[in-house]
């Protein structure tokens, strides 16, 4: 071979050469991003791995606790065999977070939780015992509040004519069938003392209506709703303890007092959080459902409030607090994590072959570059023994 041709030859070696070696460098920065890749997929499946969903206990009926996925649909909504009653709040505006009836209820009776409980298991203003004055109104979600003048409201009570007593016709009714016991005494004295005080203010004397109320409700809360069972349309009889009394029933016989206090505790809920919002419907239950509470509590987007009925307040829980008394957990989910194992290993097992098939191309440029190496050097050689000989020739 001569040297021009010589020359040719180790320039398109070379070319090949730095080719294969382009391919090569190439191949290799796809399998380091393939191992970023790997080390990626293996984080977001210990993740999946680690991931747990909140469950909330329910009665089995003989005490015993079953644990369902929590949603705002299990966990806020009465439901006799739940433990506990739950509320959630928003993080950001403070307020309780609420299905849609709920918010519209909480419109029409927010100065009233008594009145809020009732509309709430179906009863607003168009029922209840007939209104014994000459209005002839039907009353169930009349305001409650304590005036400073003696105006005859007709619907109220009067006491010194010094605070009027808003009470609904119903619980005016109840009270007069009570009003000489000692429980309810005691409250209403303590209210009228209230009341007449010129040194109390209008916390005190809203306060003190309160705690009357409570007593009326904690006591005789049966009693008014036998009363609110009335046929309104029925003005001739007001007795409900008659033989000839008529009921609507479209309503149970029996007091619903759980579900009646659950919305009264909600009620109160509600006003120390200075309101409620709205939960987007396709949020309420179901897998999304569980899925939107767990993201929201674990980013602290939301709080779970919980009712003590012991000390009968509302304070903040969770899964990891002790208030929770195993109530709330966190578990796995069974079906996520096999869904979690099975992604993982399709996953790795494309990665895995794309690998292979770069470290076999890998191997085969390797080859190439072996036998582009040594047709170079031998090219090499001949070409500096021929121009050796040639100045041995000349010398």
Same mark, same amino acid.
């Given at each position: %071979? @001569?040297?021009? $041709?010589?020359?040719?030859?180790?320039?398109?070696? +070379?070319?090949?050469?730095?080719?294969?070696?382009?391919?090569?460098?190439?191949?290799?920065?796809?399998?380091?991003?393939? $191992? !970023?890749?790997?080390?990626?997929?293996?984080?977001?499946?210990?993740?999946?791995?680690?991931?747990?969903?909140?469950?909330?206990? /329910?009665?089995?009926?003989?005490?015993?606790?079953?644990?369902?996925?929590? *949603?705002?649909?299990? %966990?806020? =909504?009465?439901?006799?065999?739940? /433990?506990?009653?739950?509320?959630?709040?928003?993080?950001?505006?403070?307020?309780?977070?609420?299905?849609?009836? +709920? #918010?519209? %209820?909480?419109?029409?009776?927010?100065?009233?939780?008594?009145?809020?409980?009732?509309? %709430?298991?179906?009863?607003? $203003?168009?029922? @209840?015992?007939?209104?014994?004055?000459?209005? @002839?109104? &039907?009353?169930?979600?009349?305001?409650?509040?304590?005036?400073?003048?003696?105006?005859? &409201?007709?619907?109220?009570?009067?006491?010194?004519?010094?605070?009027?007593?808003?009470?609904?016709?119903?619980?005016?009714?109840?009270?007069?069938?009570?009003? *000489?016991?000692?429980?309810?005494?005691?409250?209403?004295?303590?209210?009228?003392? *209230?009341?007449?005080?010129?040194?109390?203010?209008?916390?005190?004397?809203?306060?003190?209506?309160?705690? /009357?109320?409570?007593?009326?409700?904690?006591?005789?809360?049966?009693?008014?709703?036998?009363?609110?069972?009335?046929?309104?349309?029925?003005?001739?009889?007001?007795?409900?303890?008659?033989?000839?009394?008529? #009921?609507?029933?479209?309503?149970?016989?029996?007091?619903?007092?759980?579900?009646?206090? &659950?919305?009264?505790?909600?009620?109160?809920?509600?006003?120390?959080?200075?309101?409620?919002?709205?939960?987007?419907?396709?949020?309420?239950?179901?897998?999304?459902?569980?899925?939107?509470?767990?993201?929201?509590?674990?980013? @602290?987007?939301?709080?779970?409030?919980?009712?003590?009925?012991?000390?009968?307040?509302?304070?903040?829980?969770?899964?990891? =607090?002790?208030?929770?008394?195993? &109530?709330?957990?966190?578990?796995?989910?069974?079906?996520?994590?096999?869904?979690?194992?099975?992604?993982?290993?399709?996953?790795?097992?494309?990665?895995?072959?794309?690998? +292979?098939? /770069?470290?076999?191309?890998?191997?085969?440029?390797?080859?190439?570059?072996?036998?582009? !190496? !040594?047709?170079?050097?031998?090219?090499?050689?001949?070409?500096?023994?021929?121009?050796?000989?040639?100045?041995?020739?000349?010398?």
């Amino acid at each position: %071979m @001569g040297m021009a $041709a010589s020359q040719a030859r180790l320039l398109t070696l +070379t070319s090949r050469l730095h080719d294969v070696e382009y391919k090569a460098q190439n191949i290799e920065s796809q399998k380091i991003a393939l $191992a !970023t890749q790997k080390d990626e997929l293996y984080q977001n499946y210990c993740d999946a791995l680690d991931a747990k969903k909140i469950q909330v206990a /329910f009665n089995n009926g003989d005490g015993s606790r079953n644990f369902v996925d929590a *949603t705002f649909a299990t %966990m806020c =909504t009465y439901n006799e065999d739940r /433990f506990k009653q739950y509320s959630l709040k928003d993080a950001n505006t403070g307020k309780v977070i609420v299905d849609s009836n +709920t #918010f519209e %209820m909480y419109k029409d009776f927010n100065t009233d939780k008594y009145a809020f409980a009732y509309a %709430m298991i179906g009863m607003d $203003a168009d029922f @209840g015992w007939p209104v014994d004055n000459d209005d @002839g109104r &039907y009353t169930m979600g009349m305001e409650i509040g304590i005036g400073v003048s003696g105006e005859d &409201y007709g619907d109220g009570q009067s006491a010194n004519g010094l605070f009027n007593l808003f009470m609904t016709d119903v619980e005016r009714k109840v009270f007069d069938n009570h009003s *000489t016991e000692d429980k309810l005494k005691k409250a209403y004295d303590n209210l009228t003392e *209230t009341c007449n005080s010129e040194s109390a203010n209008d916390v005190e004397k809203r306060e003190a209506l309160e705690n /009357f109320r409570d007593v009326l409700y904690d006591n005789y809360g049966s009693e008014i709703y036998k009363y609110m069972r009335l046929n309104k349309n029925e003005v001739t009889n007001t007795d409900p303890e008659s033989a000839n009394a008529e #009921f609507n029933d479209e309503y149970p016989e029996e007091f619903p007092k759980g579900e009646f206090n &659950y919305y009264v505790h909600l009620f109160e809920e509600i006003q120390a959080a200075g309101g409620c919002q709205e939960i987007d419907p396709q949020y309420e239950a179901g897998s999304e459902g569980n899925e939107w509470l767990n993201n929201m509590v674990n980013s @602290g987007r939301v709080i779970i409030d919980v009712y003590n009925e012991d000390k009968k307040e509302w304070s903040e829980t969770s899964v990891a =607090t002790s208030t929770n008394a195993n &109530y709330l957990q966190e578990v796995q989910d069974e079906a996520d994590m096999k869904k979690a194992e099975a992604e993982y290993e399709h996953e790795l097992d494309i990665i895995n072959r794309k690998d +292979t098939k /770069f470290d076999q191309d890998l191997s085969k440029l390797e080859t190439e570059r072996t036998s582009i !190496t !040594t047709e170079v050097d031998s090219i090499k050689k001949v070409r500096d023994d021929n121009i050796e000989r040639t100045f041995g020739i000349f010398s």
